[in-house]
Each structure stands twice: as C-alpha cells, then as structure tokens.
C-alpha cells in the first residue's frame, strides 16, 4: 500500500505562511502560537478584510459516466417529501440514515460504530468517512480498494466526478427543519465520536491522523459542498479535541499536585511506588498533551487558517464561531493575541453572518473579567472598529455590537473613552426597537446608573431623585426634545421600575424650593417624560415608528390593567396641582392632559375621588380659555372626550362642563359676528379674540359634537361677508371653514339610516350646497391659507356626499348626492395646477436651504391637497379622465409625489383598464400641444420632448404583465395615437411634416409591448393613415419620426414560438434577488372577434374561469426590428430593462390583492380604504 498523508504532514503541505499554531510534525509540551508571518503583532498593517478566490482546477476531471436517454433535470433532485436532494447512494450508510431519521440517540450511534471499528478499524473508519462524503451530498463511496490503493487527493477527485452537478443544493445548505435537524445530529455526532474515544482510541495514531488529513483535502475542495461540511466537521472535531485537552491539563494538574504531596512527606511516610506510579503517568500524561496539541495543529494549520478567508460566507462564519468557542473553553492556550487577530480582521467583513459571529465570540470573551483582562492589546488595536460597527447597516449587527460594548464598559472600566460612548447615546432614538433597547441599556450603564459606582441596593427615592436627574441632564443635552417616547421606550427594559416611580416624579414637579426645584427647561422636559411613561405603561406597546404594534397576551393584558390603576391612584391626587402649577404654559399642559386619558376613570366613582375630578375639570376648562395652541386645545379636546364617554358613571360631570364651555364659547362668537357685522372696520385685538374664539370652536367641533348650539349661521354670516367684500381676516375665515365643515359632517352622522324626514334632507342638501358655493368662491382668495383649507374641505364634502353615499343601506340618503358640476371640476384642476404643481424644488434644493423644516411643511401640505384630488378620482366622483392633469406630472415631480402618483395609477387601472389607458395617452398629447405652442415644430431635438419620451416609456413599463389583458387598452392607444399624429395640418410649405407628426416617436414607447400580429396590424393601419390623409413622406428624405415608430412595429427576427409572455421585454434578474412566483395570464379573445377594442371589456371572455383552466395559445415571437434607422429609440428602450423591476411592482400588487371575477368594472366600495393616510404623514419619507 502506497504511503498516505497523515496529519503529521498536514502542516507541510498547503500554504504553511498563511499562520497556524506552530509546527504540526514537532512534538512540544504547550500549545505554540501561530508562525512567523502571522505574526501576533496586532499593529501589523493586514486587515485580514480580503477573501482568497478559489484557484482555478489545474486539469480537467475523469469521464464522466454516460448521460441518459432522458432530458437532463434543471431543478434539484429531491426526495418524494420534497425535503432536500437525493442523497441515496447504492451502498446504505448507517450512520446517514440515523443521523438523518433523527430517531436513535446519537451516543448509540456511536457505539455501536465503535464496536464495529474496535472489531476492524478500517471498516469502521471507511464508515465515518462515507457518512462525511454522504452529508456532502455526493453518491460516491469510498471503498477499500480506493482507501488502500489511492492517496486522499485521488480519492477526492473521484468523488468529484461522481457528485450531482445538476443541483447546487446540498445538505448543510438546506433550510428546512429536517435538514436543520440534521445538521445539528451531524455536529453532535463528531462530537460524540471524539467524547467515546477519548481515553485510548484517539491516541491510536489511526482514526484522528487518516481523518485530519482527509477532511483537509476536502476542504481545499473546488466542490463548495465538500469544503463546508468538511470545514464544519473540521472544525467540531477541533472543538472536540479542546475539550480533550483541557480534560488532559486538569489531570496534569491534579497529579502535579499529589505528587508535590506524595514527596512532601516524611522519609518513613514517602510511598516510592506511588512516586514512581505518579512520575509514569505524569509521562503519559505529556505525551496525550503531545498528540491532542499535534492534532489541533494540524486542524488549525490545514484547515482554518485557509477557510476563514473562504469565499463562501457561511465556511467563514464557522470558523469564527468554533475559535470563539476554543478562546472561551482553553484560554491559557488560545486566548493570545496570535489568534485574536483573526477575529479583529474578520470584524472587517462584508457579510452579515460573519460579522455577527465574530461580535458574539468577543461577546463571550468581555463577559468574563477574567478572561477581558487579557485582551487589552486587542481592545487598543480594533476598537475604533468596534465603536463604528454601532452604525452597523444591518441592525442585528449592530444590536450586538451594543451588547459588546456594554460588557466592555462592565468588565474593562477604562476600555471606553467619553468620545467613544457618544458615539452611542444617540442609538436610543433609531426607529429599531432592539437596537435602541440595547444601546439604552449602555446609556443606563455608563450614565443612569445612580449605583454604577457602588455596590450598596439602591433606596428606592433618593436613588431615583438621582436617576431622573440624571435623565434629564442627558435629554437636554441631547437636543432632542421631541423625542422623550423613543428615549423612554429604550430605557423601559432596563430602566422600567424607576420610569414608574410616578411618586417620585410628581414630587420633582412640585417642588417649592428653590435650591431642590428643577428649572423651567428642566420641568418641561420631565414633563414629557412623565407623559411618555405613563402612556407606555398603560398602552404597553412602543411609540410610532418604532416596530409593529403587537397583540398582548392575557398575561400582558393583566399587568396591564393593575399598572394602568396603579398609576391611577397614584397620579389622580397629584395631576390637579400640576394643572395648578403648569396651566399657564402650554408645552407642559399639554402632555399632562394626555396624561389624564390613560387613567382607569372609573377609579374617580369607586375610589370616592370625586373631587379631584371636579378640579381636573376646572382645570381643564381654564386650560382652553387660557390657551390658542393647537398642540394643547387638541390634548384638552381628547381628554374632555374621554371624561364624556357614554360608559363612563361620572359621564354626566363630563357632559356639563362641556355645556358651559360651549355655551361660553357661542355666546362670545355671536357677540363678535354680531360687531364685526355692524361695523365698518375692526381692530386688531377684536381679530384676534373672534380668531380665538373660532379655533377653540374648530377643535372641539372634531371630537365633540356642538350642532345643538346653532353655529352654522354665524359661521356662514362670516363666510359671506369675506366672498362679498373680502373684508374678513385669514386668520378668522380659515376656522370658520373648518367650524361649517365639521357641523355638516356632525349633521350627516346624526341622520337615521332609514325612515329620515324628508325636511332633515332638504335643510342638510340646502346648507352642503351653499357651503360648497361659498368654498369654491374662497379657491381663489389672496391668502393661501384660506385656498389651501377650502380645497381640503371641498375634496373631503365631494367625497363624503359622493355616489357611494346611498350604498350599504343608506338609500334614503340618495338625495343628499353631490356630483361636482363643469366649473367645479376645472376650478378644482387648476388649483392643483397653480398650487400643487407649480413649486419644483428638488430634495438638493430642499437641503441646502436653511428654512428646509418649513419647506419640508410645505411639500406635505401639498402632498395633503394632491392626495385629496386623486381621492376623488379613485372614488368615482370625478371622471377618469381628470387624472391627466395629475399623470402628466409623474416624471417630473417624481421625488415629491411618486408614491401618491403610482397608487393612483394602481388604483385607476383596476376601475377601468381601458379608460385608463385613454387618460394616459391624453396626458402624454396635453404635454405633447403644450410643448408645440411654446416650441414650435422643431421640437424633436429639445429636453421636454426627451422628457415627454421618457414619462411614456414610464407608462409602457405598466403594461409589462398580463399582455393578453392589456392587448385592447395598447391597440387603442395606438390608434387613437396615430389619429393624434396625422390629424393637424401641415405648416408653410411643400413637403413638410403634420405638427403633431413627432407624438409618433412618443407612441413607439409602447410598442414593445405589443403582440407580434398587433404590430403587424398597426403597421398596416398606420400606412392606410398615411394614405387617407394624404400625407406622403419625400422618398429621398423620409420623417425620422414616421421611420422611428414604422421601425418600432417592424417584426423581429429572432423570434421562434413561444409564449405570448415572452414577447415584452424581461428585466435582467438582479444579483441576489429571489426569483418571483410565476404567473398565469389571462386568455386570448376569441380568435375570430375584431382585434380593435370595443369601449368596453369584454368581460365574460376575459374573466371565464373555464378559459383560464384551459391551455395558454401559443404565439411566435415576434422577428426583431432594425434599431439602427434610430439610435435613439434603441438606447431608450434598452433603459427600459433597467427600470422595469420597479414598475412591473404596480402590476403584480395589483393581481395579488384583487381576484379575478372582481376586476373589471371594480366598485368604488371595493376601494373604501384611506389610500394616502400612510404616505401624507410619513414627512421623514419625503
């Protein structure tokens, strides 16, 4: 038998540079540190962050065996359960099928594996090794023969010709539970192997040298199947070994000592033979330490100083997570800076998982004080490294390496610099929960801690007097003070007890002195902290933005109940005196009046605290007098809200108190408009108190309803004074609008939905008539407050009493219909225009600015205004053809309105397909004679044109999927295109070209996703245009945009027959991306019905759940058309590739929500849903 490689030579072979723990073929008594050129220097300048490509294969491999008769498969090869690939193999492995069927334990496995290698060790070995080669995945088999004839690398290329290359999948790569479960029964299983042998098989200088050396080949491996099972079975089997040496150091230990013992006694006492015995097994004892040492040398030199710069990232993940684990487990040999290293140059990897594994190794080792104070060359050299990888993009990275760094600030106190810890405070307000918790729990640490110092229980006052002192100091430093529920949503884990110590905050509050008390910055800002707590402890979920809202369980439910009274009785005494204290300052009213809506209210009946309420309400009513802003009227509106609810016993205090304010307010509004009516001017402090006035109506009019006190007249009185003579101040006619609106919408709600008098309906259908007159008279004030609030309360009115009004049983209510008239529409569409459209600044713009908070105010306003328009079209108030104005505008104010755009366009094409496809082109032809009349003909050449070009490739990308069902909408537009083209006159002179001639070049936007026999039609149709308008191109100089779209309906060469799918254009896959489901499109019309569309659907044929069973037609692909008679064209459509992934995400949307029957025509009521709700109040989105 020729001579094999044992693990001995390991370290010879390979690239011994590449470091190591010392030389495998010496034979020493510690563990040596890694080699030369990986020197433990950490300072040295390798960052270890580049991977080592895989060498290309130096000769072609062996015949393979001889194909089949059948196709060759595309997909994986799986088992009939469709659990993983076809692992079988003609010889059945023992150890594969128990491992994989998970039914027998795993230490009897092994046994009996150990009888069978104890009776004849190269059968038992030739076992494990096929159980290695099998989890790879591969159906070779080592047999005898190979193992006695041939050396590892031979083997291994054999098994590389025998793998399954028609599949990329392999075991470890499987993601399923029974393949996860094999994976840990196949780390288990090396371990257990290990663990029996032990005491005398592992030191055979048989079993562990043959299996070092072969999984080091495998693990040079081209194949990544065998160099990940290889390196993890490489790996485990290190593990292994460490324990085993650690279990061999603890003996040494122990007889180190009792022979220490042994010869500290008496020359009578010494026993000679036990010192003799001690001194045998103290030899034997070196030479396992040998042979353990021997073995990991060679795992580490062959194996891991290779596969921790593998190209693949899960191969270099193991190898960070198993030294992580050797580091913990045996650190008087491993815990060196010559292994460190490799963990600080990881740090530096592109990959999620191994960067993760790496944090959560030296998670393992800071935790320890022990183990940390030996790290402090590492800590200097990496942790700038450290501190960055908070900003981490992937969160869960970054939430460890948080974690991290609060184990460094426990155990390595002066490990962490002030400049460092800054660079994590802020982490508490990110919108990541995890994160934020994390980085809380650093703050409380390094910061909040009143006992960080000291090693005493903290008292429960003076130390949380300390911590929200402490607090406050951070959040004003912070200069983040509207975020106090994001600071106190990371601080609730680690800080929740104190956070609720509401007996302590209100004390701080109402502190007299002034020595103890806090300043006015500092009130405020507790305050909001208060607020926050209290709306955390009773709501128990997190803030806005800062991950889903979640359903509490019974248990959570329950806790939640006894805080939420707890803080009750708590706070119920103390909130009266600090209304007293804080009613003149609106920025601490406000949060203290949200505080009152987290209480149990029935606590004020039960626990007999019927007072208090009595001076909350005073309070509460002084607040609003007092107070204009709209923050604070809000909280008082909610909170006076929650003290009417009908369920509530002490209700009728509530109901009475809301009476005085509101029969205190009317009286004052009647008094003014009465002044303000006789007389001829008024001065400014009666403006002011009549805009008061209305604004405190307004808010209390959206939560409260005040149609009992008659103030629809008044507010219509002051309306009409500013439409006649314009005399009325802004600042009074915007709250009256809102005032009328609210008192309409008040009226509706309080209408029965059957059985209404017929003079309810008349007086209400009488005052929304004149409300809407005197509104859109008000879309054309001077101030653009009163513009923007007339068009808001138009949209909403028009919505509200739209035709879906009598629907779901509300016929009575038919009456009450409003359908805007002519002028109504147009006026509405040039408000958009003027005020919507008008203002194009860019987000570079928007940024360099130094008001951008305010223009950032402003985009949302319009974004609100732009969103109510489209509302009416989707809604069927408006008709579908309105939608131009807004289509036309989707390129151009991309940045601003795209989303809103798109979801119109959704929404628009599932109404009416065809329709649809009209506005789209009608958009494109509004751009197209508004650039003509500005331009004039020779427009070809100008950026707006591109720019009208490129909004229709835009539009064509809409049209990606379901070919067959947008084949009716396509041929229209194109006929009506052409029509468009051909029907202006021609200007001075022969030869020359129609004006509208260049829409042609537009229209062959859409041509690529059209059907091969349409684009033949479209051709013939557009020559007999050609003909019958008598507009003939000069034969020597032909129209390069009549050549451009005859070239874009041309018939490609290339094609072949295949699916009507394959005939548009598909997008290029992107690197990484998960292939998307495949779809079925809808049926072809009837092959001998006209190909030109109707005004309608046909929807039977198209919606035919037997057509759609039925087999798919298969069409030819289309022959390619020469691009060359236009360069431009064709750079333009090969864009469309490129940008195709995101819009064909409309399409998709689209059929997945809405099922087949329900798509055409789609009710209005299909769509009662706020479509824009998310994107209006999302500013930060914009």
Same mark, same amino acid.
């Given at each position: 038998?020729?001579?094999?490689r ?11 540079s590449?470091?190591?723990?010392g030389?495998a073929g ?9 080699p ?5 220097d950490?300072?040295?300048?390798d960052?270890g ?6 060498p ?6 062996g015949p393979?065996?001889?194909?089949s008769?059948?196709?060759v498969s ?10 993983g ?13 128990a ?6 334990a795993?230490e ?15 059968t ?6 096929? #159980?290695?080669v099998?989890?790879c ?5 080592v047999?005898l023969e190979?193992f006695?004839?041939l050396?590892?690398?031979e083997?291994i ?5 025998? #793998?399954?290359?028609d ?5 470890l790569s ?20 290990v663990?029996r ?7 055979d ?5 043959t ?5 080091t ?10 160099r ?6 490489a790996m485990k ?7 085993v ?18 010869r500290?006694?008496?020359p ?22 040998e042979?353990?040492?021997?073995m ?11 596969r921790y ?13 198993e030294?992580? /684990?050797?580091?913990?487990s ?12 490799y ?9 999620r998982?191994?960067?993760l594994q790496?944090v ?9 004080r ?14 700038t ?5 908070v ?24 490990a962490? /610099? ?7 405070y ?15 729990? #650093? ?7 009143p ?7 903290p008292s ?8 929200f002192?402490?607090l ?28 609720r ?12 002195s ?13 305050v ?9 402890a009773a709501?128990?979920q ?10 509490p369980?019974?248990w959570?439910h ?5 805080e ?7 706070l119920v ?10 009613s ?8 203290l009046?949200?505080?009152l809506?987290c ?7 039960s626990?007999?605290l019927?007072k ?13 007098e ?7 009227l809000e909280?008082a509106?909610?909170?006076l809200h ?7 016993a002490?209700?009728g ?9 509101a029969d ?16 001829s ?6 403006v ?17 309803d005040?149609?009992?006190?008659q ?8 309306l ?20 009328l ?21 008349r ?14 008279s008000?879309?054309?004030?001077v101030?653009?407050?009163v ?10 009115l ?5 035709p879906?009004?009598?629907r ?9 219909v409003?359908?805007p008239d ?7 569409a040039?408000?958009l ?7 194009a ?5 928007l940024?360099? /600015? ?11 306003q ?6 109510g ?9 408006l008709e ?12 151009k ?7 809103i ?13 065809q ?13 197209m /004679?508004e ?8 427009i070809?050449?100008?950026?707006a044109f ?5 909004l ?14 947008n ?5 229209s537009m ?11 006159p021609?200007g ?6 129609p ?14 996703r059209l059907?091969r026999?349409?684009k ?8 007999n245009?050609?003909?019958q308008?008598?507009?003939?191109a000069?034969r ?15 018939p490609?060469?290339?094609?072949g027959?295949v699916?009507?799918r394959?005939?548009?254009p598909?997008p ?6 998960a292939?998307?489901?495949?779809r ?6 009837h ?5 030109w569309?109707?005004s309608?659907f ?9 057509l759609?069973a ?27 590739v490129?940008?195709?992934e ?5 399409e998709?949307?689209s ?7 329900d798509r ?5 009521q ?5 479509? #824009? ?5 999302g500013?930060e989105?914009?």
């Open positions: 038998m020729p001579p094999r044992s693990a001995r030579s390991v370290g010879s072979s390979g690239s011994g590449s470091g190591g723990p030389s010496v034979r020493s008594s510690s563990l040596p540190s890694p030369a050129p990986d020197s433990p950490l300072g040295s300048g960052s962050s580049d991977f080592e490509e895989m290309q294969p130096r000769g072609k491999r393979r065996r001889a194909p008769h059948g196709p595309k997909h994986s090869r799986r088992r009939e359960d469709g659990s690939p076809d692992v079988s193999s003609p010889e059945r492995n023992t150890l594969f099928e491992v994989r069927s998970a039914k027998i795993v009897t496995v092994v046994d009996d594996w150990l009888e069978t290698y104890k009776r004849d060790r190269e038992g070995f030739l076992e494990l090794v096929n #159980f290695i099998r989890s995945g591969c159906r070779g088999v047999t190979m006695r004839r050396q590892n690398s083997i290329q054999q098994l590389t010709e025998k #793998f399954a290359e599949s990329a999948e392999y075991p499987l993601g399923t539970q029974p393949w996860r479960r094999f994976r840990a029964g196949f780390c288990e299983l090396v371990a257990v192997v663990r042998c032990r005491y005398s098989i592992v030191y200088e048989f079993l562990m040298d299996l070092i050396s072969l999984l080949g495998l693990s040079d491996s081209q194949v990544r199947a065998f990940h099972t290889s390196t993890l079975a089997l290190m593990t292994a070994l460490v324990d040496a650690l279990g061999v150091s603890l003996h040494q230990d122990n007889n180190q000592r009792q022979y220490e013992a042994e500290s006694k008496g009578g006492r010494r026993a000679t033979d036990k010192l003799e015995e001690l001194l045998e097994k103290r030899r034997e004892l070196q030479e396992q330490q042979e353990i040492e021997n990991m040398n060679a795992i580490f030199k062959g194996v891991f100083v290779h710069r593998d190209v693949v990232p899960e191969i270099r993940a193991i190898c960070m997570e030294l992580g /684990t050797w580091m913990r045996y650190a008087a040999s491993f815990l060196t800076d010559g292994y460190l290293k963990i600080g140059w990881t740090l530096h990897d592109k990959q998982e191994v960067r790496c959560k190794a030296l998670q393992g080792l800071y935790r320890c022990d183990t940390a104070a030996h790290m402090e060359l590492f800590t200097s050299r990496f942790k490294r450290m501190v960055s990888m900003l981490d993009k992937e969160p869960d990275v970054a939430v460890e390496v948080v974690k991290l760094l609060t184990l460094m600030l426990e155990n390595m106190e002066e962490l /610099t002030e400049e460092d810890c800054r660079s994590v802020p982490v508490v307000y990110v919108s990541s929960r995890a994160l934020a918790s994390a980085a809380g729990l #650093f703050l409380y640490r390094r910061l909040l801690d006992q960080r110092e000291a090693g005493r229980e429960r006052d003076g130390d949380n007097r300390t911590f002192r402490l406050l100091a951070f959040f004003i430093e912070s200069e983040l003070h509207e975020h106090a529920a994001y600071l106190v949503d990371s601080l609730w884990d680690c800080a929740g007890p104190r956070l110590d509401w007996e302590t905050i209100s004390a701080l509050l109402l502190e007299k002034p020595a103890e008390g806090l300043a006015d910055q500092q009130e405020k800002a507790l909001e902290i208060l607020a926050a707590s209290v709306v955390q709501e128990g997190p803030p806005v933005g800062r991950g889903p809202a979640k359903k369980s019974a959570e329950k806790a939640q109940a006894e939420r009274t707890r803080l009750t009785h708590c005494p103390a909130l009266p005196q600090l209304l007293t204290k804080f003149a300052d609106a920025e601490k009213a406000a949060p009046l949200e505080v809506r209480f149990d209210l029935s606590i004020y009946r626990g007999r019927e208090h309420l009595e001076l909350v309400l005073g309070q509460l009513q002084e607040v609003v007092k107070h204009t802003g709209r923050a604070v909280a509106s909610r909170a929650a003290l009417c609810d009908p369920e509530l002490l209700r205090r509530g109901d009475l108190a809301r009476s005085r304010l205190q307010l009317a009286d004052k509004l009647q008094r003014d408009v009465t002044e303000l009516l006789q007389a001017s008024l001065d400014e402090e009666e002011y108190s009549m805009a008061a006035t209305l604004k405190r109506i307004s808010i209390l009019f959206n939560a409260h005040l149609t009992p006190w103030l629809f007249e008044p507010c219509t009185q002051l009409q004074r500013a439409v006649d003579t314009g005399e009325v101040p802004p600042q009074v006619l915007v709250p009256a609008v809102t005032c609106h609210f008192h309409v919408l008040w009226e509706l709600s309080r209408l029965p939905s059957t059985n209404v008098p017929q003079e309810q309906l007086s209400l259908k009488s005052r929304v008539a004149s409300f809407c007159s005197l509104c859109q008000c879309l054309s004030d101030d653009a407050g513009r923007e609030q007339a068009f808001m309360v138009l949209s909403d028009l919505l509200v009493f739209g879906q009004l009598p779901d049983g509300r016929e009575a209510l038919a009456p009450l409003l359908l002519a002028g109504l529409q147009s006026q509405l040039a408000f225009m003027d005020h919507v459209f008008h203002h600044c860019g987000h570079e713009e940024s360099a /600015t130094e008001d951008s908070e305010g223009r950032i105010e402003e985009l949302h319009r974004r609100v205004l732009l969103a328009f489209c509302k009416l079209i989707i809604y069927d108030v579908l053809s309105a939608a131009s104005d807004v289509f036309k505008h989707y390129a104010f991309y940045s601003d309105y795209g989303d755009i798109k979801e119109t366009l959704n929404c628009t094409r599932q109404i009416d397909r329709e649809w496809a009209r506005t789209l082109l009608l958009s494109l032809q509004q751009l /004679t650039l003509l009349l500005q331009q004039g003909p020779e070809r050449a100008s950026e591109l720019e009208i070009r490129d229709a490739r835009r539009f064509s990308l809409l049209f990606s999927l379901h070919q067959l069902r084949r009716p909408a396509l041929l194109h006929r009506e295109g052409i029509q468009f083209a051909f029907q202006e021609p001075p002179g022969p030869g020359l070209p004006l509208n001639l260049p829409f042609l070049e537009v229209l062959s936007e859409f041509s690529p059907l026999p349409d033949a039609l479209l051709l013939a149709y557009l020559e245009a050609c003909q308008q008598r507009w003939l000069p020597d100089a032909p129209w390069p945009s009549l050549l451009a779209y005859r070239n874009s309906l041309q490609q060469e290339e094609g027959s699916s009507s394959s005939t548009a598909r290029r896959p992107l690197p990484g991306s292939a998307k489901r495949p079925k499109d809808a049926p072809s019309e092959p001998d019905s006209s190909p569309p109707s309608r046909p929807s039977p044929v198209l919606t035919s759940t037997a759609r039925g087999p798919q037609p298969l069409l030819p692909r289309p022959p390619a058309w020469d691009r060359s008679s236009d360069p431009s064209l064709s750079q333009r459509l090969s864009l469309m490129e940008e195709e995101e819009e064909v995400g409309i998709e949307e059929s997945e929500d809405t099922p087949e029957q055409t025509p789609l009710a209005p299909g769509l009662l849903r706020d479509l #824009f709700d998310s994107t209006i109040l500013i989105d914009v």
